[in-house]
């Protein structure tokens, strides 16, 4: 349980979150430490310092359970604590180090948080900062805002579209389409998550296709390649809409039916069977409380090979 709080089993979100709220103490250490007459009022930079020392120990608590919109959150409060410095300020100087400030939030809101939420935050963050930039009333002031508004926008669109086409190529099967193993274990365990916070079922089909390896003996392996594709092209016509279909690797495939229960699983299983272009042996399994990813397929592995076995010639089992 530990593990959970502090330690290596942290993901790299909860490590960068931890980083950008030290990041952040250090640059408003450094403020305090060369503070001067026309800077932000000491208990606007003490109060800061307090909402940053905050929000390391949530990040901290929170361990690897931190979630995308707990980072939204304190990406959101750094944005306003650069708006409220930009304003607060008579340093010209200072108001342009904030600024620099913006579009490393925002390329760290594109990595870490889902893309629409990345842009909605990055967006809102630079433009309360661009109207802090304006009260100084600064002509000066006006060419740097504009090229920080610019990067800001290059950074996040830029960044955005090659997270999106890196996170597709991590996650795909070159040869079906469908999702590959990392990908559809992610899945699963999103909607693990979903189930521990709202109680709403979860069902997985783990299935094996039968005799691809004496396909591939007689026809080679582009008629093995040409049978798994067929084979996801049937499945993906017969599930249900927000089904999630992976490749496990070789014959193996997982079905992801977030909302199903066993029942329904089982029903959706057997319509699957009827004109598949292959035969195969499933296995069913209903997330518990305290399933985790591997547990679950494990469960459902289980129970697709006591099919199989059942399924073998001579088995005296039914």
Request: with cysteine.
């Amino acid at each position: 349980m530990l593990r959970k709080v502090v330690g290596p089993g942290w993901p790299a979100m909860t490590w960068a979150t931890v980083l950008l709220a030290l990041t952040a103490l250090c640059m408003l250490a450094l403020t305090l430490l060369t503070w001067e007459p026309d800077n932000n009022p000491r208990w606007l930079l003490w109060l800061l310092v307090l909402a940053a020392l905050g929000g390391l120990a949530w990040t901290v608590v929170r361990g690897a359970l931190l979630e995308p919109r707990d980072v939204a959150l304190l990406v959101s409060l750094c944005f306003v604590a650069l708006a409220v410095l930009t304003w607060g300020t008579e340093r010209q100087i200072a108001v342009l180090a904030n600024g620099t400030s913006t579009p490393t939030l925002a390329v760290f809101a594109v990595w870490f948080l889902p893309l629409s939420l990345a842009r909605v935050v990055s967006y809102l963050g630079t433009a309360l900062w661009v109207l802090a930039v304006a009260t100084h009333e600064d002509p000066q002031m006006l060419g740097p805002t504009v090229a920080v508004v610019v990067q800001v926008l290059v950074g996040t669109e830029v960044l955005g579209r090659l997270r999106v086409r890196l996170d597709r190529l991590a996650r795909t099967d070159q040869l079906t389409g469908a999702l590959n193993r990392w990908g559809v274990q992610g899945v699963v365990d999103a909607h693990l998550a979903r189930r521990r916070r709202l109680g709403t079922p979860l069902t997985v089909l783990a299935l094996d296709v039968d005799d691809l390896r004496a396909v591939n003996t007689l026809g080679g392996h582009a008629a093995g390649d040409r049978l798994l594709t067929s084979v996801v092209e049937h499945l993906r016509a017969g599930l249900r809409e927000g089904d999630v279909l992976g490749r496990l690797g070789g014959d193996e495939f997982l079905v992801v039916m977030p909302g199903a229960d066993h029942g329904v699983a089982d029903v959706v299983a057997r319509r699957l069977q009827v004109g598949a272009p292959a035969s195969w042996s499933c296995g069913v399994a209903q997330a518990r409380a305290d399933d985790d990813v591997a547990s679950l397929l494990a469960r459902a592995d289980d129970r697709m090979y006591a099919q199989k076995q059942r399924r073998r010639p001579g088995s005296d089992q039914t």
